[in-house]
């Protein structure tokens, strides 16, 4: 399931869904944050899953995570985000270190606004609008603010890394850098997919 050498948010979120108990609560950002959760991530049970479609914008997804350990202390909280969702709310970790909240963060990080630039790939023929933004490193950023913070790179490496992330005490930052050229199914037509692979590609050559 790899895509240009980088790691799928499918098999991010398949592994999460491995790897994370029953009792896990998963709380999702907006966009396609949501759309691999459904499509990938089992329910188990009632009050598990928190997924903002079509009552939150970008940013939703680490105060939701938050507000699920403040109310459910005994249960292990996973927050799934992407980069453009977690901008929104940084100096949330802060809370997270403050509060001593076991929280996992996992930051689907591709560097692009992802739903929006699918969205102008399909819609305006590949004219895309400030949607490629900078890559940020997450890990050093909860650092920063007193969180643990964990990178993944490797594909291969992958399981390993997030099982042991996880598996720490305490609220932690996995950033996990993924392919842009990824999408949810039901935007993934033939036009739009051309568009974003081209827009990579000039990336990779600058």
């Not at 479609?53 to 909280?77: D, H």
């Not at 950033?175 to 692979?197: G, H, L, M, Q, S």
């Amino acid at each position: 399931m790899e895509a240009d050498d980088c790691i799928t948010p499918q098999r991010v979120v398949s592994l999460l869904n491995e790897l994370c108990g029953d009792d896990t609560i998963l709380a999702c950002d907006a966009s396609f944050s949501c759309g691999w959760a459904g499509s990938f991530f089992d329910v188990y049970g009632a009050r598990r899953t928190i997924l903002p479609r079509g009552a939150g914008g970008l940013g939703y997804g680490l105060p939701a995570g938050i507000g699920a350990a403040a109310a459910r202390p005994g249960n292990k909280v996973v927050v799934l985000t992407g980069d453009g969702g977690l901008n929104y709310c940084l100096g949330e970790m802060a809370v997270l270190h403050e509060q001593n909240m076991d929280v996992k963060v996992v930051v689907l990080n591709n560097s692009i606004l992802g739903w929006i630039k699918w969205y102008e790939a399909a819609m305006w023929d590949g004219r895309f609008t400030e949607v490629d933004t900078e890559t940020i490193d997450y890990a050093a950023v909860a650092r920063g603010l007193n969180c643990k913070g964990i990178s993944i790179r490797d594909p291969r490496t992958l399981r390993e890394e997030l099982k042991t992330a996880l598996e720490l005490e305490g609220p932690v930052v996995i950033d996990i850098t993924t392919a842009e050229t990824e999408a949810c199914k039901f935007t993934d037509d033939p036009k739009a997919v051309a568009y974003i692979r081209e827009s990579a590609e000039q990336k990779k050559r600058k």
